[in-house]
């Protein structure tokens, strides 16, 4: 089975969350062809990194994104930075040759994001947007009782999500 190495940037809560889905992956999707493997956790403070390999099982730890771009075992890297942060660290991801998965939002503004499909375009690699909370069980319940018609028509839709972040 391919295995496919990532590396993780931030870790916040999103950064957590994108491990500890990546851990599971296979539980939940057991016909996939690959499985991920937990290579590389970068964040600001090296302790936190360190920590963070130690509870997650990441092979390698580091406060340098550049030296995450750098590791030849890391094929995919997952960005969970600041939403300013999307844009400086996709491009550079791109640019080192590496496929991305980052949080939503893409970037802060449309130009932005104009410059992340370019770099994405030119490089051939793949980029996806993280819209994980579409799939939280209440999200799909809400959507089974649109789409039944059992709340009427929906004229506006407001969601509050409450964490601990």
């Known amino acids: 089975m391919r295995q496919i190495g990532m590396g993780v940037v931030?870790?916040?809560?999103?950064?957590?969350t994108h491990t500890?889905?990546?851990?599971?992956?296979?539980?939940?999707?057991?016909?996939?062809?690959?499985?991920?493997?937990?290579e590389c956790v970068c964040t600001r403070r090296l302790e936190v990194a360190r920590q963070a390999a130690q509870d997650a099982g990441f092979a390698h730890y580091t406060d340098d994104f550049d030296q995450l771009l750098a590791m030849p075992q890391?094929?995919?890297?997952?960005?969970?930075?600041?939403?300013?942060?999307?844009l400086p660290m996709a491009l550079k991801a791109l640019e080192a040759g590496k496929h991305v998965y980052i949080d939503k939002p893409l970037a802060m503004s449309l130009?932005?994001?104009?410059?992340?499909?370019?770099a994405v375009e030119r490089t051939g690699?793949?980029?996806q947007v993280a819209h994980n909370n579409r799939f939280f069980p209440a999200m799909l319940r809400a959507r089974q009782l649109v789409e039944?018609?059992?709340?009427?028509?929906?004229?506006?839709?407001?969601?509050?999500?409450?964490?601990?972040?």
């Open 74 to 86: 890391v094929e995919a890297v997952s960005i969970c930075t600041p939403n300013a942060l999307h």
């Open 10 to 16: 931030g870790w916040g809560f999103m950064g957590k």
């Open 125 to 127: 690699l793949t980029l």
């Open 148 to 165: 039944a018609g059992r709340v009427g028509q929906v004229l506006s839709f407001r969601c509050d999500y409450l964490h601990s972040g």
């Open 20 to 38: 500890h889905a990546l851990r599971e992956m296979g539980l939940f999707y057991s016909e996939a062809d690959f499985r991920p493997v937990l």
């Open 111 to 118: 130009e932005e994001a104009l410059r992340i499909q370019q």
